[in-house]
């Protein structure tokens, strides 16, 4: 299986208090510091009841934050093909996601308000053809997440569990660790 639109979602801290004005502040001063022409506009669905919150569209991912099923937290969706094996592609998109998480909780517009559990994760495949929501793709995925998530707990347990065995749902994996370890040392050890 060559894993594709790779999706993570890190949940916001229960502690936190998402104001989705200061997310609009957020990434509009990442689109104007952007040395690129990756980023190219950003939608406020904020009205939406466990929607989308605010998305970052870019050419190559979509950021958001995110509150379906009424849970906060920090989308990643890739959309667009990645070179490497599955192991590489998915160090990658937790790299991506964790350190964009790491720029929230430093970012002043954000008031101190936000911070990510990197301990409660969701793994999704935005893909049906890729990863049909079967038991199939759950062992052939968990087979290759589990080794990346071990290193990045480094050697804390943790738990995988599908959300839905509902073939209508595309796949995805909530990720559950025994760790309190901070964003910045999961992505060292990513090694990134």
Same mark, same amino acid.
């Given at each position: 299986m060559?894993?594709?639109?790779?999706?993570i979602?890190v949940?916001?801290?229960?502690?936190?208090?998402?104001?989705?004005?200061n997310?609009?502040?957020?990434?509009?001063?990442?689109?104007?510091?952007?040395?690129?022409?990756?980023y190219l506009?950003y939608a406020?669905?904020?009205?939406?009841?466990?929607?989308?919150g605010?998305?970052?569209?870019?050419?190559?991912? =979509?950021y @958001?934050i995110?509150? !379906?099923?009424? %849970?906060?937290?920090?989308?990643?969706?890739?959309?667009?093909?990645?070179? +490497?094996d599955?192991?590489?592609?998915?160090?990658?998109a937790?790299?991506?996601v964790?350190?964009?998480?790491?720029?929230l909780?430093?970012?002043?517009?954000?008031?101190?308000a936000?911070?990510f559990?990197g301990?409660?994760?969701?793994?999704?495949?935005?893909?049906?053809h890729i990863?049909? =929501?079967? @038991?199939?793709t759950? !062992?052939?995925? %968990?087979?290759?997440?589990?080794?990346?998530?071990?290193?990045m707990?480094? +050697?804390d347990?943790?738990?995988m569990?599908?959300t839905?065995e509902?073939?209508r749902?595309?796949?995805?994996?909530r990720?559950?660790?025994n760790?309190?370890?901070?964003?910045?040392?999961?992505?060292?050890?990513l090694?990134?």
């Amino acid at each position: 299986m060559d894993l594709q639109q790779i999706n993570i979602k890190v949940f916001t801290t229960e502690d936190s208090k998402v104001n989705y004005t200061n997310f609009i502040k957020v990434f509009n001063r990442w689109m104007e510091e952007a040395d690129s022409e990756d980023y190219l506009n950003y939608a406020d669905y904020s009205h939406v009841d466990a929607g989308p919150g605010v998305l970052l569209i870019l050419k190559q991912a =979509n950021y @958001s934050i995110d509150n !379906a099923y009424h %849970e906060d937290g920090f989308l990643y969706n890739r959309k667009h093909a990645v070179e +490497g094996d599955n192991a590489d592609k998915i160090r990658q998109a937790l790299a991506e996601v964790l350190s964009k998480c790491e720029q929230l909780e430093a970012a002043a517009e954000l008031e101190d308000a936000v911070h990510f559990n990197g301990a409660n994760l969701l793994f999704m495949i935005n893909n049906r053809h890729i990863a049909p =929501n079967t @038991s199939e793709t759950a !062992a052939s995925v %968990e087979a290759d997440l589990t080794p990346v998530l071990q290193q990045m707990y480094g +050697g804390d347990d943790f738990t995988m569990e599908r959300t839905s065995e509902d073939a209508r749902e595309r796949f995805a994996l909530r990720v559950s660790a025994n760790s309190d370890k901070p964003i910045s040392e999961l992505l060292s050890n990513l090694g990134a």
